[in-house]
């Protein structure tokens, strides 16, 4: 393929499993070289929605805080929210390590190189990198290149997921995305239209997550993390992912200075897919224990609360989890039927009856 070419496709195949590689699609790894199956474009529409399928298979996260308070479906888009150095690289390589579906498809914008290869070797490990396909778009690179990494590994996952594969999309992050696009507009002397952003990247940010998803063939559930500490502090771009998502988790600082991880704070968070991919018993359980959650949040005020506060203890072992633990669907209904004292069926546990 011309250079010129290479602009406009993205070389894609089952050779890129197991492999590091940059945008232009060579590799940074220590593997030969690659040679691509066939190119799909950088840019395309996202599916018709008359041809989507519905969202009514579970995704599986191994994570039990999520796939219990927050349980997702398979097609799904979902935000990560959380400051520097509380466990938001950690929670999405226990994401890619123990998910059921077929492959990952992970981006890294403007992350320094060190950073990704921690992520890599100490993170995610041998055995998920097998089935993943990493795309870096690292500091040093060029603008253009980091703005291309989240077209690239958006392009690689539909690949995945034309094949009629389940795919787990995790890209990181728009923020460093937008950063990077303000670069090129600068440089050609637009200006900056809102709030220190130019107007391109609230056009290019939808584009590319209604590009996840579902198709007539496959499922992209997708992951967005951004580096976003509190909600007190008004920031455009959380505004436009988060406008453009079924839910997102919001980690806490606070937790991670308990030594709790992962550091999800389930009454923070939201997933407004859960309730079609989950049984009436599994949610009457969720809201036990929420409404159990927000009741501690209150202690000292009322005796009502005094089974919130004998709870507390409980809860907070069963939303723990060490980042090497995998916990499957029905090991973690069972956990939360016996905390909670509500029968969850066993049709209920297959993620196939949902």
Same mark, same amino acid.
């Given at each position: 393929?011309?250079?010129?070419?290479?602009?406009?496709?993205?070389?894609?195949?089952?050779?890129?499993?197991?492999?590091?590689?940059?945008?232009?699609?060579?590799?940074?790894?220590?593997?030969?070289?690659?040679?691509?199956?066939?190119?799909?474009?950088?840019?395309?529409?996202?599916?018709?929605?008359?041809?989507?399928?519905?969202?009514?298979?579970?995704?599986?996260?191994?994570?039990?805080?999520?796939?219990?308070?927050?349980?997702?479906?398979?097609?799904?888009?979902?935000?990560?929210?959380?400051?520097?150095?509380?466990?938001?690289?950690?929670?999405?390589?226990?994401?890619?390590?123990?998910?059921?579906?077929?492959?990952?498809?992970?981006?890294?914008?403007?992350?320094?190189?060190?950073?990704?290869?921690?992520?890599?070797?100490?993170?995610?490990?041998?055995?998920?990198?097998?089935? !993943?396909?990493? $795309?870096? @778009?690292?500091?040093? +690179?060029? =603008? *253009?290149?980091? /703005? %291309?990494?989240?077209?690239?590994?958006?392009?690689?996952?539909?690949?995945?997921?034309?094949?009629?594969?389940?795919?787990?999309?995790?890209?990181?992050?728009?923020?460093?995305?937008?950063?990077?696009?303000?670069?090129?507009?600068?440089?050609?002397?637009?200006?900056?239209?809102?709030?220190?952003?130019?107007?391109?990247?609230?056009?290019?940010?939808?584009?590319?997550?209604?590009?996840?998803?579902?198709?007539?063939?496959?499922?992209?559930?997708?992951?967005?993390?951004?580096?976003?500490?509190?909600?007190?502090?008004?920031?455009?771009?959380?505004?436009?992912?988060?406008?453009?998502?079924?839910?997102?988790?919001?980690?806490?600082?606070?937790?991670?200075?308990?030594?709790?991880?992962?550091?999800?704070?389930?009454?923070?968070?939201?997933?407004?897919? !859960?309730?079609? $991919?989950? @049984?009436?018993?599994? +949610?009457? =359980? *969720?809201?036990? /224990? %929420?409404?159990?959650?927000?009741?501690?949040?209150?202690?000292?005020?009322?005796?009502?609360?005094?089974?919130?506060?004998?709870?507390?203890?409980?809860?907070?072992?069963?939303?723990?989890?060490?980042?090497?633990?995998?916990?499957?669907?029905?090991?973690?209904?069972?956990?939360?039927?016996?905390?909670?004292?509500?029968?969850?069926?066993?049709?209920?546990?297959?993620?196939?009856?949902?």
């Amino acid at each position: 393929m011309k250079e010129e070419d290479m602009n406009i496709w993205v070389p894609v195949g089952m050779s890129l499993l197991g492999r590091v590689i940059y945008a232009d699609g060579k590799p940074c790894d220590d593997g030969p070289e690659i040679f691509p199956e066939e190119y799909y474009p950088l840019e395309v529409a996202p599916p018709d929605a008359s041809t989507r399928l519905p969202m009514n298979r579970r995704f599986e996260t191994g994570v039990r805080a999520i796939d219990s308070m927050l349980t997702m479906g398979k097609g799904q888009r979902m935000g990560i929210f959380g400051g520097f150095g509380i466990g938001r690289s950690a929670l999405l390589a226990m994401i890619a390590r123990n998910n059921n579906a077929d492959i990952n498809v992970i981006g890294f914008i403007g992350d320094r190189p060190r950073e990704v290869w921690d992520f890599i070797k100490r993170n995610l490990g041998e055995e998920a990198l097998k089935r !993943s396909v990493i $795309v870096v @778009g690292n500091n040093v +690179q060029p =603008a *253009v290149t980091r /703005v %291309r990494t989240a077209y690239v590994c958006t392009s690689i996952a539909e690949y995945f997921r034309d094949k009629g594969m389940d795919v787990a999309f995790m890209l990181e992050s728009f923020i460093r995305f937008a950063h990077a696009q303000r670069e090129i507009e600068l440089a050609k002397g637009e200006l900056l239209a809102h709030k220190g952003y130019p107007l391109s990247v609230f056009e290019m940010i939808p584009n590319l997550i209604y590009r996840s998803g579902t198709n007539n063939k496959g499922s992209i559930t997708a992951f967005y993390s951004e580096f976003f500490d509190c909600d007190d502090v008004p920031n455009p771009i959380k505004d436009r992912v988060q406008d453009c998502l079924d839910g997102y988790i919001v980690l806490s600082r606070k937790l991670a200075m308990a030594y709790h991880f992962p550091t999800i704070d389930i009454l923070a968070s939201n997933n407004r897919i !859960s309730k079609m $991919v989950t @049984g009436k018993q599994t +949610q009457k =359980a *969720v809201n036990l /224990v %929420r409404k159990l959650m927000e009741n501690y949040a209150k202690k000292g005020t009322s005796p009502k609360l005094d089974l919130a506060i004998g709870k507390h203890s409980e809860i907070e072992q069963f939303l723990i989890q060490e980042e090497d633990e995998n916990c499957s669907m029905a090991d973690t209904l069972n956990m939360l039927s016996k905390l909670t004292g509500i029968d969850i069926p066993c049709d209920e546990y297959d993620e196939n009856e949902r």
